[in-house]
DNA sequence: TGAAGATACGGAGGCTGCCTCCGCTTAACA
DNA sequence: TGTTAAGCGGAGGCAGCCTCCGTATCTTCA
């Protein structure tokens, strides 16, 4: 909608000039401050009014959005690509590594995309389903493959990942996300069938429930 | 220290029951409305000055570490009495699962141990090495049984569980824990000798530094 | 090119919460 | 019961959030 021929006047010079000065501020104060930062530092920091701000970014998380969505949509291109690659299991978890590089250059980019988790807010429901489907793709490839256990969803990887992600700001997180990313990936995959220890059933869950 | 003989003059009666008094309602309010509670709104609820509470406890991360202490501490004395299990992987991952059961019950509690680790504060200081603490004993105890890799720190495996629990106000958030940690225990077996595939040590780092 | 009208600007101002400071109150002690 | 240290409470200064509206600027059309 919006579409319609109706003849709609050209966005005002000043108006898309600010909108983009704001959203470079905004990244750079994000990014030092924390997703907590003063949104009228942000304001002053593009030469602003926080009136403009709030007109073209009537909440944070609005902002939070506008300046984190492409990210999110590199991190799902890069799951594309590596859809090619040969071990499908080694592919996943290329991608989580490059994910905590990719958190680890963006300081700000962590705490939007956890901010984005809790609360249900825009930016969840894009980045979300962006990212789920980037790791579904990779996670059916190896689960069809034979290597994978299948009653782990794309959800949960995604959990899983931001969970190891969630001490980013410790000194060394990236080592430790690292490393617990790669236990994790190596308890996805299937058990050597002859060697596993049947384990009791109380609390695998019969199945991730899985998009249809 | 404290201890000194000087006559030291018995603690107002107003004193300990006003501070009882806020730590009570700041449970309340805390558990609420989460860790960004307001802190006048603990005073007026504790039916004090807001001075009070501040003489009481100076910065918000004391209040929260009074009211979380006792919680850390009953946790931390669950890894004790799961030091006699049998298995020790079950043992750990018993602890693991009833840690998901804490937080789910105190629904406070999670943002204090998450606002812990992450900010430099002073219940950081004593939560996470009091858990690092427990979980190390459940943790050296499966590895010395040759079950459990060795290249995992208790820190390590400590952040892992907070990153699992990080989703803690998702919907369903506590199956899926619960399925996650399985999935990261999994990965710590130490994989069947003849079987495993050897992996390029690129990421798998030497082995993670460990309090001497 | 210039006038008209739509659109956007910016910051004052009201609100809430943080935290400090200090005059008053009250409990402990002799 | 008087003295005095300890504690109380809330006023007040500060900062950030967000709204509202008079003013400035841009686009359009003649």
């Not at 005002?12 to 704001?22: G, K, S």
């Not at 490059?98 to 250059?105: D, H, L, N, Q, R």
Request: aromatic fraction near 6%; charge should be positive.
């Amino acid at each position: 909608m919006d579409d319609h021929t109706d003849q709609t006047r050209k966005p005002r010079a000043d108006a898309v000039r600010n909108r983009e000065r704001v959203l470079e501020a905004a990244k750079l104060v994000f990014n030092a401050g924390g997703p907590e930062a003063s949104l009228e530092a942000v304001a002053k920091r593009a030469g602003v009014g926080i009136g403009t701000l709030y007109r073209h970014f009537p909440t944070r998380e609005a902002l939070f959005e506008a300046v984190y969505r492409r990210e999110v949509e590199q991190l799902s291109e890069l799951a594309e690509q590596l859809k090619n690659a040969k071990d499908p299991i080694e592919a996943l978890r290329r991608w989580l590594h490059s994910g905590v590089e990719f958190v680890a250059t963006k300081k700000g980019m962590m705490a939007a995309l956890a901010l984005a988790v809790q609360s249900g807010s825009e930016l969840h429901a894009f980045s979300f389903e962006r990212l789920t489907k980037a790791i579904g793709s990779l996670l059916n490839r190896a689960v069809a493959a034979g290597e994978m256990r299948a009653d782990i969803s794309p959800e949960d990887l995604l959990r899983a990942f931001f969970g190891m992600c969630y001490v980013h700001d410790q000194p060394g997180w990236q080592a430790t996300a690292l490393r617990l990313l790669d236990v994790f990936v190596a308890g996805l995959r299937v058990p050597p069938p002859g060697k596993a220890k049947a384990r009791s059933s109380k609390t695998t869950k019969p199945a991730a429930k899985r998009k249809p």
